[in-house]
């Protein structure tokens, strides 16, 4: 039996303390085989980045632990296997494309000289070629965001992690980022991101889970969560509905 | 109305609001300034000063000394004829020596203070003297280099408080400062013993005159006392000459022109007659040397 | 261990290059050029002592200069990292926390000693302007060895700033509360000397009498700012050993040290939200 991807388990995480505390998770547990693409889903404020912070050991969960192929989490080192693209990727401004890619790629540990041939592949594939030499902070949102993408993929890693990979993007941008998770997806590579636009998700993804106020919805196959001839984003409104009059019976 | 004149109109409104409020503040300040409240803002504790200026004190006791220097000076007033007429401006001179203590405070070794001070201090008004040495001994306990500060204290010494062996004894200190000139000692070893005083004395006064500007104050005074000291070595000389000719000493000035041996008695700047006493000595602060007790005379102001 | 070395490396080199790419270097450059001239102005005031006034006005120059460069160019750096999620950028990697400290510190620490370079030289050129023109005025000891040592001692003291700003950043959530305990440390610092001497030497300091223990226990806390000031050393040519010097240097790494691990310590329980 393969370990797996990304293992969560039983991890509650709050936030501040006495009358402003506020649950961000509750009792949250997951695990994402490798080569899987994971969507993450939920609305505003439902705990997708707290949960991507935490596998990134950003933040500390209250209780629980999280490893990411078999690594735990805060106790060993296991960054290496992992690519990130946060949701606002921010850059040094004065740096060039090509010279946050180097950085990065040096960080995680790779010669000099595969990344003399990775950089101008990546940035090829990202149509950032004619941006290279340009510094960042005359990058557009989506220029940005690109290059977020580019960074998470330098150093070729097993698990990929990318908060709302598409926010800010323009049709061609949302395409490309889609291309290239299908194209991770055949290399065997473990994609986990979160999203609240569905129709990417249903594109992409084999499992989902859905989160909402901190709680876990529902995690498995998205063909089982899909009852015959509802869409996604009926399904997706019902059941959080379904949970918004659980709580509060009013 | 056109937005661009509207925006004109408002503009001028604005700009003569501030205008008008600004320059009736300066008028305030510039009334109500007097050189004793101009001092004020500096008047801490040195230990405050310290504090204040931080890492900064150098360029805290130049800008303290600048300050001083723009406070001093005088006045000149033109009249309405085209002509002018110095006006002597009342300084707060307490205030005045507490920025100097205090400058020193911040960088004592600061040649600036001291050269400053002692132009200004000692003279009158105000007459500071004492003050003026302690700011002259802190120098130059500060600057082991330098023969300067130990030099203008022997010269206080002689000229303000009139203690000649004392002064040559500070002099002869000043002459041990490495790179010091030779004539300090030489003026030195003259004013520690009796006589040859005079000659010492002329020096003293070339050697400042030459370090001191003509406007400051102290200037005119100098230049008649080197004067008067020339006066009396002419006349010391001439006795010399009078008592190897005739054998014996004059007994009284006019015998040297009545003899032949001076043309003329030498001019005396201070309009006074030059005075010898019964001892052979000459002087040209007191003419009745000789007939009056022994009276305590101060160097002419 | 190589691997270390080398995340110190790239992360230093790529805050040096940010930060030379700066406006606020240009700016530096700017400054420097203005100082150089104001300085044979300065020292045109004065009477005697130029060589003095002017030595002191160009250190006085580097001292101010890095002063402003590590409360703003340094804290925005450390600011934006923080609060533009910048350091996710960074910490996704297998960087440590006191690779990320270290290797921000030395790049930080390379623009200190470019801008202390580039100040000193200008302030260099003025002071030969002056000592040339005004021969006499030049201290009897002078000597130029004395004030690139001077010059070295103010960027150490820049650098002992510089780690107090970590400190702080990694203590205050708000970068504002982080500057103003910088700029209070600072100006502790440097009268750190001067409080000592009040308290020994005094025994009449008004409050602070019967707070030696106090003020001692202080002035191990907070830096000793002062004793790295030798503007007046270099100004006058006094003199200065190279033990003195080697001990400053010495006393300016073990505080930066201990405060940049203190810094990590701080910096890795932090959450980053």
Redesign the interface.
Known sequence: MTIPAIEISGVNKT?GSGRKKNQALCDLSLSIAQGEVFGFLGPNGAGKSTTI?LL?????PDSGFLRVMGHTVGQE?F??H???L?E????????TAR??LL??G????MTKQALRERIPLLLERMNLTEATDR?VSGFSKGMKQRLGMA?ALI?NPQVLIFDEPMSGLDPLGRHLIKNIIIELREQGRTVFFSSHILSDIEDLCDRIGIIHQGCLLYAGGLRDFLTAGSSLEERFVSIIKERDHAADPL | MPVLLRQGLLFIFLFGFYAASYNTLLNLRADQATASQRSVGWDLPPNALKALAGEFKGLAADLMVLDIGAQLGTEVVRDAKGGYRIVTKHFDWDGIARLFVSSQALDPSFQQTFMLAEGWLPWEPPGMVAETQEILKTAARNRPWDWQPTHIIGFNTYYFLNRPGEAGQIYLEAAKTPHAPPFLAIIGARLAQKGGQTEAAIAVMKSMLSEKNSEEPGYADMFDRLHALEGVLVLEKALQQYEKTFGQKPSELVDLTNRGILATLPENPYNLPYCLDENGVIYFDRPQCRSAAPVSVQAPQ | MQQTLSNLWHLALSTFIEGIRHKALWAIVCLAIVLTMANIFVAELFTWDLGKVSVEFGLSSVALTGLLLVFFLGMKILADDLERNRIYLLLSRPVAGWHYITGKFLGLALILALSTIILGLAAVLSMQYVLWQYPSFVPPNFSWLTYAMALACQWLALLVMLAVSFLCFSFASQPFVALLLAVSTYLVGQNMELLRRVVLENTHAGILTGQIKMVMALSWVFPNLSLFDKKLVAAYGFAFSGQEFLLLGLYCLSYSALLLFLSTLLFNRRELA
């Open positions: 936030f912070k990134l050991n950003f933040l500390r080192e960054r290496n992992i690519g990130y946060s606002f990727p921010f850059f040094y401004d004065h740096l010279e946050t950085l990065s040096r960080l995680s540990g510094r960074n150093h």
